[in-house]
């Protein structure tokens, strides 16, 4: 019986799914990245400048695609699954990658323009695409741990992503170079549909899911009991995350075509390595939240997170050496705070049974921001080939350094909301906290039993 119920425990876990999807995810974003680049380089002959502009073009068309197509179906999908359970939301679009990113593999054998690939977004977009499916682990999560673990629980899920993505991209490459009936590649793309096809059948068939959540409000504020107010910090965290993502998404999709040409001219081992310092910082982030969480509020943490995110962007704007490179990258050591830890300040002040909605419409809103930032960076990086470029990593690192104004509000504002006092309640507030205090005590003596 103990048994059964540790294995029901363990299958209710969703970091397997996670895992297995961000190998996939590592595996494939270097097979795409090395495939374009080939046959566009083939295209051109090559002309560094002129493959750098199709390489940015296309993957303005194909982010966009990516990230516009997954409007149309991720908040029905969430609907959907607040009322049948979250399974719909990582099934659907795992769906959608399998099927979506077999067309690379075609592509590849068959020697198709590379412009296949915007179907493989569509197909992958239509299925609910990374909104849905990223909305239904954070749905799932929430819904599993307590309001005062949440932060770490969330982010425990980025590092476990992180951790995949690292160890997928340091083997990319060297996946890449295989040779299978004397081409490279064939071997990273089957390997990368192969942990597709894994990750569905767990989340369809093994996967344990929480009930059905009733529609009632599962919420109520102790401090707080004005609408007014608990709508203005909900809308002060949507605007940090937003302009955080804006300027994340910016960078990562320059610097991801800046290391393809002079000074660096990265192959695709280098490739992979470069990928895989990105995914540490997932590490290091939730190591920080770990370790700081004990002295520092989550608003305080957010603002560590974009600091430093921040002086990485300025630091890659002066990359000319590898070694550089992987400088700016370890002063991104915290990045990956902000936006798990907003999204679980969110959840703490939202109703559970509707957590499917509310993260897809998060994600949603997240996935137009992303277009709008792709069409942006990628529009102004080919303009600026010929000049200086570095100017659009120091925007990026501008904007990023821009949401630190909605967060230094919020936590001021949380802040008076905590320490005002109402004449004739202070004992009642104590009371509240003290009962508050003494039920956490009993919950974490019963976890460690």
Same mark, same amino acid.
């Given at each position: ?9 363990l ?31 083939? !295209?051109?002959? =090559?002309?560094?400048? +002129?493959v ?15 990230s ?21 939301? &990582?099934?659907?679009?795992? &769906?959608?990658?399998? *099927?979506?990113? &077999?067309?690379?593999? @075609?592509?590849?054998? @068959?020697? %198709? ?31 599993r /741990? ?10 425990m ?13 340091? $083997? ?14 064939? &071997? ?9 096809? +894994?990750?569905?059948l #767990? /989340? ?10 009733p ?14 107010? #608990?709508?203005?910090?909900?809308? *002060? ?13 910016? =960078? ?5 075509i @800046? ?16 990928n ?6 997932? +590490?290091?982030s939730?190591?920080?939240? +770990? ?32 070694s550089?490179?992987f ?11 902000? %936006? ?17 909605s ?16 792709? $069409? ?6 080919? =303009? ?6 570095? @100017? ?40 509240? !906290?003290?009962?508050?205090?003494? /039920? ?7 976890l460690?039993?």
């Amino acid at each position: 019986m103990v048994l059964g119920v540790d294995m029901n425990s363990l299958l209710s876990y969703v970091e397997p799914v996670v895992v297995v999807t961000n190998v996939a995810n590592s595996l494939f974003d270097t097979a795409l990245l090395m495939e374009v680049y080939d046959q566009l380089n083939r !295209t051109v002959a =090559g002309n560094s400048d +002129l493959v750098q502009k199709e390489v940015a073009r296309f993957y303005m068309i194909y982010n966009m695609i990516y990230s516009l197509a997954p409007l149309l179906t991720t908040v029905l999908l969430g609907k959907w699954a607040d009322r049948q359970g979250q399974k719909v939301l &990582l099934v659907v679009p795992l &769906l959608g990658y399998l *099927l979506g990113r &077999l067309l690379l593999l @075609f592509t590849h054998i @068959f020697q %198709l323009p590379v412009n296949v690939m915007f179907g493989s977004a569509v197909i992958n977009g239509l299925a609910g695409g990374f909104p849905a499916y990223w909305s239904g682990i954070n749905a799932i999560t929430a819904l599993r /741990s307590e309001p005062a673990k949440r932060s770490l629980r969330l982010n425990m899920l980025e590092v476990a992503s992180g951790m995949a993505g690292f160890i997928g991209s340091l $083997a990319s490459g060297h996946f890449f170079l295989m040779k299978v009936n004397n081409q490279h590649g064939i &071997l990273l793309i089957c390997l990368c549909l192969v942990l597709y096809l +894994l990750s569905l059948l #767990y /989340s369809a068939f093994i996967l344990r899911y929480p009930p059905v959540q009733p529609q009632r409000q599962l919420r109520t504020e102790v401090n707080d009991p004005s609408p007014k107010r #608990y709508n203005a910090q909900i809308v *002060l965290l949507f605007i940090c995350y937003l302009l955080y993502d804006f300027g994340v998404t910016g =960078g990562e999709n320059i610097i991801k075509i @800046f290391v393809l040409k002079p000074p660096l001219s990265w192959h695709a081992v280098w490739v992979g390595y470069g990928n895989a310092a990105c995914y540490v910082m997932f +590490l290091t982030s939730f190591l920080g939240v +770990l370790i700081l969480s004990k002295w520092l509020s989550d608003p305080s943490l957010v603002l560590m997170g974009i600091i430093s995110n921040t002086a990485g962007f300025i630091t890659m704007a002066f990359v000319r050496r590898s070694s550089v490179y992987f400088i700016a990258r370890s002063m991104m050591v915290f990045s990956c705070i902000p %936006l798990p830890t907003i999204r679980a300040q969110l959840s703490k002040q939202m109703e559970g049974a509707s957590y499917g909605s509310i993260f897809a419409w998060f994600q949603s809103a997240m996935a137009l921001t992303d277009v709008i930032s792709t $069409a942006l960076f990628n529009s102004l990086y080919a =303009g600026s080939l010929q000049s200086e470029s570095n @100017f659009l990593l120091l925007l990026a690192a501008a904007i990023c350094w821009s949401s630190t104004v909605p967060v230094v509000v919020y936590s001021w504002r949380e802040k008076r909301g905590t320490y005002s006092s109402i004449a004739g309640t202070d004992s009642a507030q104590r009371l509240i !906290t003290e009962e508050q205090y003494y /039920s956490d005590d009993s919950c974490m003596l019963s976890l460690s039993e």
